[in-house]
């Protein structure tokens, strides 16, 4: 029986290939869209999973939305929960960025200064040494097992001596591995927090350290209480004292900042903010990605149905003779899910092929190294095919097998109406999935577009930005003075100056200050002189800071024109802004804003200084901008980076990047997503015309003798495809006013992410119907013109 099913099933493809070939294509591309957004979904979702006290482990994320606290606030939570919480704080090591051990050296940018108690919060493995060894020893070093193995090879590591740039050696006591999914990632482990914290115990009023927090019984509600009451005492009621007011009347004029605490179980997903090194994932891209896969694989399904109860209708007489010779309907109903099965097993090859061919373009795209393993994916793949099978397959099937066998025999379909009413429903559908794509596509190109051709403030052209690092001893802007004309001699090279600023990442230094009665915060950047002429910045009033004007580099300032509107000074010119409190500064000059982080955020009021101006701004700079010129830029920077291992450091490597490079960082990711989504919108499209193409042909098929009719009746050829096209047509508009609210919505959702965006573009909407009217009559159109073509003698005397 098998074995003639499987026959007929053969037949039936050799002689229907075109509809085989888009019905598993089109349901195949559906699949792995699914795998594909599963296994991303399924890898976000094991981050920190594997730590025993992820429902009890909270990161404290600081007022104001930053990721550092006070160095008191966890000896305070501690004496007022005692032993129901515990608390270990943390920090970036920046004089182990750099280690030295055997000639050979290690980047190590993810160091991290720890209390001794911070193996009980995060218990990696212990591949060498002990966790108590590590604690006794206040020169020890803890290295994770790759950073390790490239210090010393495949040689044992414990109790070697490894220096760092400045020549402090630390005693290896300590190797352990990372899990693969962590967002707390140490490439080294250092004591020495406890002792920072003594020093710091009483300074409510800096904030720089990370802390967790560790209980098994409090819930968050009450450990953010009890965080935001020690704030409130600690130091709004002594500000408030400072100014003469009451605690209620100093909270009213200055809003108190909010903590929040993300817990670590859930960290990597919901945490809108964390100082963890990998990081939070885009929560939002990922709901995305996998709400527009299922959309896609329904499209595929509905897609299929179509096709599918198409080709079984073309098989009705042969169910009506088999029916007659006595088969009984299940029979029938197993033969059709039978050859069900072959073809969503054949669906399912071919959806797995897809999938593992489009795998590293979807990495690339995430930035991610997802692998498909079958057999690592079973509980992911067996669902799936089961859906697909029940939902495409038997449902189908068993509805088939129920039509009479008088009109089986004569060929017609019961409730033909019905039947009719259901597939057109599923076209319409699909319009308006299409719809959907074809617009959110449109506008996701119209706002990258915006991003990329915005007028950022400045130039980036021919300006490269290198790292700069130095022995922590080392004062770092008057070692820059040391050098700075030297590499000015260097050929090509136009201008050179210093900041605080990274552009494509921000200012990360940031004070307030009062202007007048309001106080403003502000992000600091501290240069040398004349950056604005290096970066082409705009100065709107005044001018720019001068080497010439000994008062540049003691007490005047530039400002932007967020500061500018947060004053709300239109004459802010030569008044003062007084500064953390005393020192006064006199503002210079208006700069036209310019875009440091990317356009998702407002640029916020900047305060440009000379680094001299203040006086430990200048341990803050990090970065040397350098302008060259455009002829032969290979051979300058060549010539810089020869420069910089002879006069600035060897020991860095010379890590440099061009600025228009990096600020289209800040836009990278959009413009996957808009190539991602024009992607799956040909694809929707495409798999929408498959299913008009199939029912525009059944349907027009079967009103041949109709046609023939007309045609015998004098009916002529445009009369005819008015008739034939009407209905799609309807399909195609009814589908897109499905489309609009839902695309509306969401594509407001989106744009409303960034700060500077576009309007909501009304000419997606038109353009997206045009087109797709235009290429659903062209279907359409080209099949009704092929009937108004037959012989209608063919089919008037058809039996």
Known sequence: MLKNWFKIFLYNTRHNLLYFLLTVFGLGIGISAVVLSSLYWIEEHQYDQWNPYKDEIYEVVGGGGGITVQAPLGPALKDHFGDRLDYSYWENDQQLDLLFADDRRLDNENGIRVQTNFFDFFPFEIIEGSVQDFINNPNAIALEQQEASKLFKDKPAINKIIANKDTITSVVKLVYKLPKYTTLSPSSIRLGMDNVLAEKSSEWNWSTYGLLLKSDVLSKSEMLNEIEALETKNTYAIYAKDEGLTLEEYLEKNSPAKYDLNKLSTLRLEAKITGFHLGHANYKFLVVNVAVSLLILLVSIMNYINLTTAQQIKRIKEMGIRLSNGADRKSISAQFIFESFLVISCVFLIGLTISELSLPAYNDLLTKNLSLNIFSSFKLLVPLFLSVFIISGILPSIYFAKYSLLNALKGQVSSSKKNSWFRKSILTVQFAISFLFVICGYIIYQQVDYMITKDLGFSGAQVIDVKYKVASNKDKYQFYESFKNDLLKTPGVLDVNISTMNIGSGIYISTSGKYGEKDIAVSNLATDFAIDKLLDFKILEGRGLDAKITSDSVEN???????????????????????????????????????????????????????????????????????????????????????????????????????????????GDFVKQRNLFATLSLVVVCIALFGLFALA???????????????????????????????????????????????????????????????????????????????????????????????????????
């Not at 210079?588 to 101006?613: A, C, N, Q, W």
């Not at 060259?628 to 810089?640: F, N, P, Q």
């Not at 349907?699 to 008739?723: D, F, H, M, N, Q």
């Not at 000419?763 to 659903?776: K, M």
């Open 697 to 799: 042909s059944f349907t027009i098929e079967r009103r041949y003798k109709e046609i023939s009719i007309r045609k015998v009746l004098g009916a002529e050829a445009p009369s005819l495809l008015r008739s034939l096209s009407k209905e799609y047509i309807l399909m195609c508009i009814i589908g897109f006013l499905l489309a609009i609210i839902p695309a509306y919505y969401f594509m407001q959702d989106w744009l409303n992410n960034f700060a500077y965006r576009i309007d909501m573009p009304i000419n997606a909407f038109v353009i997206s119907f045009v087109t797709l009217l235009i290429l659903t009559l062209s279907v359409v159109l080209s099949k009704a013109y092929r009937a108004t073509k037959i012989n209608a003698l063919t089919y008037l005397k058809y039996e």
């Open 557 to 667: 300032v530039l400002v932007n024109e967020a500061f500018v509107k947060k004053a709300n000074d239109s004459t802010i010119l030569n008044k003062t802004f007084v500064w953390n409190g005393d020192q006064q500064f006199k503002i210079v000059g208006v700069v036209k804003d310019f875009y440091v982080s990317g356009l998702e955020r407002k640029v916020s009021p900047i305060l440009i200084s000379h680094v001299k101006t203040i006086a430990w701004m200048g341990n803050f700079v990090n970065t040397i901008h350098i302008k060259i010129s455009e002829d032969d830029m290979e051979k300058t920077i060549s010539s810089i980076e020869e420069f910089w291992k002879s006069r600035v450091d060897k020991t860095y490597p010379f890590d440099y990047e061009f600025v228009d490079k990096k600020f289209a960082k800040t836009y």
